[in-house]
């Protein structure tokens, strides 16, 4: 294995599924909040290996949507990292040949997460985790896989909300190096439109959350009282670091599109 690529990691994914040792036990937390698991489907909800932790509301408010609409999915009770955290190395010192070994690890754990799929009788990969999508889609270009807000688009029917909102959509700089594909931002802005009354200030990304200049244009361009991402890594750089007394309510798109329709 290139000297680039954590052995250990490697090894932890594929014992394991995940990539981390401080994520909760998946199953018992699936159960606690009545996600559906491991039964036939023609959807499969690929989440990401650690949003269990990092934003359960917006897992559990997307299995909401989906069951009001009555999309036929499931979850899996072991599912495989992509690999991400694998890449860094390679990509900061520029080496193709470790990038492509990494490339044929991802291949492997994604396929896992396929053959998963296709056993529950699956036709179509949900992903609600972003560092995922361009590594699944360009691991199996050939077949149908599809970030999350294409799916809130098909279940929301239309919506009314008079407010404004600040949409921060990210910039997807380190996803392209995983893979050269982008990131399906359309989708959204169709849920957007969909929603009667909805004014909606984009915030522009020119460079990255989680430098100091990235995370200042994000923090410095909010105007509203409500701030919507689809993107858990910047999510969670302006839950870390708003400011308390902007009173600023910060919510991944699910989380915002369950509050218009249940209230």
């Known amino acids: 294995?290139?000297?680039?690529?954590?052995?250990?990691?490697?090894e932890t994914i594929?014992?394991?599924?995940?990539?981390?040792?401080?994520l909760p036990e998946r199953i018992e937390t699936m159960k606690a909040m009545n996600l559906p698991f491991d039964r036939p489907a023609e959807n499969v909800v690929i989440m990401g290996c650690q949003n269990l932790k990092m934003v359960p509301n917006a897992v559990e408010k997307f299995a909401r949507i989906l069951e009001r609409a009555g999309v036929d999915?499931?979850?899996?009770?072991?599912?495989?990292?992509?690999?991400?955290y694998l890449y860094r190395p390679a990509i900061k010192a520029k080496d193709e040949t470790a990038m492509e070994e990494c490339h044929t690890l991802s291949k492997e754990f994604v396929g896992n997460n396929i053959e998963q799929a296709k056993k529950l009788g699956a036709n179509r990969i949900i992903l609600f985790c972003s560092p995922c999508y361009p590594i699944y889609k360009f691991a199996f270009p050939e077949e149908n896989i599809i970030y999350f807000p294409e799916v809130l688009l098909e279940s929301m029917g239309t919506l009314e909300c008079n407010q404004q909102i600040d949409y921060y959509a990210g910039c997807y700089k380190l996803h392209r190096r995983f893979a050269p594909v982008p990131v399906d931002l359309k989708s959204t802005n169709q849920v957007f439109d969909k929603i009667k009354g909805l004014s909606v200030n984009r915030i522009s990304a020119p460079s990255c959350c989680f430098t100091p200049a990235g995370l200042g244009h994000m923090l410095d361009h909010v105007q509203a009282d409500t701030m919507v991402h689809i993107c858990t890594g910047c999510y969670s750089q302006a839950v870390v670091n708003m400011p308390e007394d902007r009173h600023v309510n910060i919510m991944m798109l699910p989380e915002f599109i369950d509050m218009i329709q249940t209230a």
């Open 1 to 10: 294995m290139h000297p680039l690529i954590d052995t250990k990691m490697v």
């Open 73 to 84: 999915f499931t979850f899996l009770s072991k599912e495989y990292c992509c690999g991400n």
């Open 14 to 22: 594929r014992a394991l599924g995940h990539t981390f040792d401080n």
